[in-house]
């Protein structure tokens, strides 16, 4: 047996017998050896087909959709990717949001469900229109908007259910589209990190009325900025397609002024388009990667006292995995709080994040909620009554326990699974010396 050999036969004995090598080393934090002394993946991937896609564009002088052809060509190939029957380009998952909430005739007065567990832009997609976020509280176990009370918050003025696929997998589609079919709500799918997440075996973004996607350079799938609105709804694309074009319909030529509806240029260009289709290639076998990574990682994690995986949803069949999110018990580790656990797992060469904060709570979104146009179009009292209603201890918790890995993390080898659960157990097993 050679050496390398016979170190990597232990290791693998060690992980697999739950004993990290080193596990009683030195924290690395402490001036101990780290556990990991290389970095994750970087990203983006690129390659000369990204370049060369780039460049075609440039010299082709056709940068907007327009007068090229790469946005078309853009949404035909995402809306086949998806199962959709139509796609809609936009220039970022913001601008997708905003877009679709017209769409569905959003109006200023109107309520939207959120989950306070999303990223900012979520909740800004619904101020844009003057319209009230209500924020229904999350469902620990995922981390996803908890389907269970969505129905407790409509009121007359409820307009759209906008669940997110928070982490790139699927929120409770089954019983969220049931609460809407029987309140005639629109479900509007917040996709914007679960590109090929899957519910019961179709992609997310094609079971509520739209659903909507972001390509900014985090995203598993990537332009710099991008986005896109995907919807099996003719007359909503329609609609989608002249707010994000001033004003102007498809059947209006671009020299030709006639405006069809109010609207603004939310247009995704032709740079964008033709790097989202090189960096389209390799999507389907990173994203495979990421959840067989993602699948050892938690078969090592849930095994760890304190660590507990989000789980899936029964009808989640396929995770993008833009994030892998854990929440951490503190009583685990001697009281030793996140954010020192944090540093400590930083110091071992495994970054982490402890992700979002209470939106609920976020003093612009109360400033918001009380400025003048509120005022004008909300009773008093709604107004009045919005912080109490908003309030969410569930998630409030949450934000407190979560730990998120990034997907490009996941981009790395089985052994930097394993990497991360060793220094997981070494600080936990030397998490008493960190505590004072
Ligand atoms: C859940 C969620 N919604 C919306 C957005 C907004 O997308 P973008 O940054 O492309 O505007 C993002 C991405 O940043 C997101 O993660």
């Known amino acids: 047996m050679t050496r390398r050999f016979f170190v990597n036969a232990a290791a693998a004995t060690a992980v697999a017998s739950g004993v990290a090598s080193g ?5 690395a934090i402490q001036g101990g050896t780290p556990v990991r002394t290389t970095p994750f993946p970087s990203w983006p991937k690129t390659t000369a087909a990204d370049e060369q896609a780039v460049s075609a564009v440039l010299k082709s002088g056709r940068w907007y959709r327009g007068w090229g052809k790469q946005v078309d060509k853009f949404e035909e190939t995402y809306a086949r990717l998806l199962g959709a029957k139509y796609c809609l380009a936009t220039a970022n998952g913001t601008s997708a949001l905003i877009t679709s909430l017209h ?25 844009v229109h003057h319209a009230l976020p209500v924020f229904v509280d999350t469902d620990p176990a995922t981390f996803q908007i908890d389907a269970r009370k969505v129905e407790a918050a409509i009121t007359e003025r409820t307009k759209v259910i906008l669940p997110v696929h928070i982490g790139g997998t699927a929120a409770d589609m089954d019983t969220l589209l049931a609460v809407g079919a029987r309140h005639k709500l629109a479900v509007l799918e917040d996709a914007c990190q679960a590109h090929l997440g899957e519910w019961r075996g179709r992609k997310v973004g094609t079971w509520g009325a739209a659903g909507c996607f972001s390509f900014q350079n985090s995203k598993n799938l990537n332009s710099g900025e991008g986005g896109a609105i995907t919807t099996n709804d003719e007359d909503l694309v329609e609609r989608c397609f002249a707010f994000h ?17 109010n609207g603004a240029n939310l247009r995704m260009t032709e740079f964008q388009a033709a790097l989202l289709m090189t960096q389209m290639r390799p999507l389907q076998e990173q994203s495979k990667l990421r959840e067989e990574n993602a699948a050892h990682l938690t078969s090592l994690l849930k095994e760890i006292p304190g660590i507990e995986p989000a789980r899936w949803y029964d009808g989640c069949t396929r995770s993008a995995y833009h994030l892998y999110m854990f929440r951490y018990r503190s009583e685990h580790f001697h009281g030793l709080s996140r954010d020192r656990f944090l540093e400590a797992l930083k110091a071992e060469g495994i970054p982490g994040s402890g992700g979002y904060t209470p939106l609920n709570k976020e003093p612009f979104l109360k400033n918001a909620v009380q400025s003048r146009v509120y005022q004008a179009l909300y009773p008093k009292a709604t107004l009045d009554a919005w912080e109490e209603r908003n309030q969410c201890p569930v998630n409030d918790k949450l934000c407190g326990e979560a730990v998120w890995f990034t997907q490009t993390m996941l981009l790395d080898t089985r052994q930097g699974m394993e990497q991360i659960a060793e220094a997981i157990r070494k600080i936990q097993a030397s998490a008493h010396t960190l505590v004072s």
């Not at 596990?23 to 924290?27: P, S, W």
């Not at 769409?103 to 101020?127: C, H, K, M, R, S």
């Open 245 to 261: 074009n001033n004003g102007r319909g498809r059947k209006v030529d671009s020299y030709h002024f006639a405006y069809t509806q």
């Open 23 to 27: 596990a009683n080393g030195k924290l």
């Open 103 to 127: 769409g569905l005739g959003l109006q200023p007065g109107d309520e939207v469900l959120v989950p306070p567990y999303t990223f900012v832009a979520t909740i800004n997609a619904v101020l």
